[in-house]
């Protein structure tokens, strides 16, 4: 069975600094993991998705994950925290057949000026 | 040109009346979702279509019946409402054929039950 666990519901940084939010995935094959965020009293945008072309993926607004298997993780990062990045954040994964999706229960980001 | 839309934005009602959320997606998706969100903002699964018909159907009460009159839409009807039915209810699509489509959702109904 797929599942998700996110580590943290709130993270706290500072502008301009680092950002890492963390996520585990539990799946019985190559997963299709992704990255969803949601801002304040909107709906969920897609950040980025591994698609097992590359561990190393590239999304939107300067953020990037890293899927490792041997860690079963795919954390989230970004060099510099910007205010505009604070939000709640989602990481997904879904099933063999691409319908069904597992959401974290979120991780929560303030960015401090 | 919004790809997936739902209307209402808002919804306030009083306890043990019906009402319907209605969503549209002009993406030429085949499956559409239906998820709640709570107040802790934990996205739980309603139900899933494809092609019009129901794949994905979790532990949701049979007050709650999803229809879909054809594959740009998946309405979600609501009977006897309670108060724990608050919540945001985000309807989403994907186009399937491929593990590694991902899922877009709309704006979000807000339900509000006194």
């Known amino acids: 069975a797929q599942s998700v666990t996110q580590l943290d519901s709130h993270v706290s940084v500072s502008e301009g600094t680092p950002v890492l939010l963390r996520c585990n995935y539990s799946s019985s094959y190559s997963p299709s993991l992704f990255w969803y965020v949601q801002h304040p009293n909107k709906g969920l945008q897609l950040l980025l998705k591994y698609t097992s072309a590359a561990t190393l993926v590239k999304g939107i607004n300067g953020f990037e994950a890293e899927f490792k298997k041997s860690e079963t993780s795919f954390h989230l990062t970004k060099p510099s925290a910007h205010m505009s990045d604070a939000a709640e954040y989602f990481c997904?994964?879904?099933?063999?057949?691409?319908?069904?999706?597992?959401f974290g229960t979120g991780t929560s980001l303030t960015v401090i000026p | 040109d919004t790809a997936v839309s739902q209307t209402p934005k808002y919804l306030v009602t009083q306890m043990g009346n019906d009402k319907s959320i209605k969503c549209e997606q002009n993406l030429g998706h085949d499956t559409m979702y239906w998820y709640k969100q709570d107040s802790k903002k934990f996205l739980k699964i309603m139900f899933s279509?494809?092609?019009?018909?129901?794949?994905i159907n979790e532990t949701v009460p049979n007050r709650f019946s999803p229809k879909s009159p054809d594959k740009a839409h998946l309405n979600l009807h609501i009977n006897s409402l309670e108060l724990g039915d608050s919540a945001v209810y985000f309807c989403a699509s994907i186009a399937s054929g491929g593990s590694y489509n991902e899922q877009f959702f709309g704006p979000g109904t807000r339900l509000t039950v006194l």
């Open positions: 997904v994964v879904s099933d063999d057949g691409g319908n069904q999706f597992y």
């Open positions: 279509y494809n092609n019009k018909e129901l794949i």
